[in-house]
Each structure stands twice: as C-alpha cells, then as structure tokens.
C-alpha cells in the first residue's frame, strides 16, 4: 500500500539520489584544497558544490514524502546558510527545537513563495507561537502576482504554472493535510504568511 503521494516520493528519490553524488564532490574538493593552495577557480568550484547541496537538501524537505519525524534546528539553520549562498532570501529560524518534517516542509514552501515576491535581496523571520507558524517577510518587493497568491485561499488556478511557481499549488494542499490554511497578509508590499 503506498502511504505518500507518489510526487512527494518521486522527489524524495530524485533529491536523495543527487546528494550522494554532489555530497562526494565537495569532499573530494575539500581534500584538493586541503592538498593544494586555493585557487580562485577551486574557490569557485567549491562553493557551487556546497550550494547546489544546499538546494537538494531544501528542496527534498519541501517538495518530499510526508512524515511527522522532527527536524532539528541545526539541520534546517544549515540547509538555510548554504541556501543563502545560492542567492536565496536570508531567513531568522526562530521556530521551536525539533519541529515536525511536515511543518518544516510547509515553511520551506512558504519561503519559496515568499522569495517570488522579494527575491534575493529580502529577509523572512520564521516563528512560532501557540502551534501558529508565521513567516514575516520584510524587504522591497520585485513582483507581485496576484493569480499565484490566490491559490493560498484554495482559488483554483485559471491557467498553467511554471515550475518555479509550483509551491503555490502545493503549500495549501500540504497545509490541508495537516488540518491548517494558509492566510497572507501584506506589509509594505512585503508579505507573511501565517497557518
């Protein structure tokens, strides 16, 4: 009997299968520079293995299988620093000590659609009180599309989604499962997302 969405686990194989690889490269290129005086290009190499890592492991809790299994802080703080150095917004982790894989994987898509709106130059706090979650962007926004925060509310899509925008279908959906909706303030132009 299958117990997840098959997309969910899809992602899951496809994130996991990549991250072996991309987690052997950089320590192969860590031993390099540990054997050779660093160059700008072994720098540079370095770093983009690091990032990409980063990515995978972000992306295999926001997009993967399901579960209630915690997630420590220091795991998610680290994919977040390795994510800021693909350019992603900066995020202040403030959320409870070993909180559940389902609700990390809901913030996470939460901060993808929230960097839709600020890009690389916004900073979101990410916070928990009384078991409400809220991710409270701050920041000059790029763009706003209205169709896309519409499917928040459970608006069905009136027309086809790019792959960079496919967190807007799945956050409510996932939200759902857990028995919580989404709501979307805006401040300034910048905007927090609560469930």
Do not use: Y
């Not at 072994?42 to 770093?47: A, G, I, M």
């Not at 390795?82 to 389902?102: I, L």
């Amino acid at each position: 009997m299958i117990t997840s969405n098959p997309a969910e686990l899809i992602a899951s194989r496809i994130c996991h299968d990549v991250i072996n690889p991309m987690s052997a490269i950089s320590n192969g290129l860590e031993l390099l520079s540990m054997m050779h005086d660093n160059s700008p290009e072994l720098d540079l190499v370095s770093e983009s293995a690091l990032a990409a890592t980063a990515r995978l492991r972000f992306l295999r809790l926001a997009f993967g299988a399901a579960s209630p299994a915690p997630v420590p802080n220091r795991e998610v703080t680290d994919i977040l620093s390795g994510m800021a150095r693909t350019g992603f917004v900066k995020v202040d982790w403030a959320a409870p000590e070993g909180a559940s894989r389902d609700l990390v994987a809901c913030a996470f898509l939460g901060l993808l659609c929230i960097e839709t709106v600020l890009g690389k130059s916004g900073r979101v706090t990410v916070s928990e009180w009384q078991g409400r979650w809220t991710l409270a962007g701050a920041g000059a926004p790029t763009r706003v599309d209205p169709s896309l925060w519409s499917l928040l509310d459970g608006t069905p899509a009136t027309c086809g989604l790019k792959p960079a925008e496919i967190q807007f279908l799945v956050l409510p959906r996932a939200l759902s499962a857990l028995g919580r909706t989404p709501t979307v303030d805006w401040t300034d132009g910048a905007p927090t997302i609560s469930f």
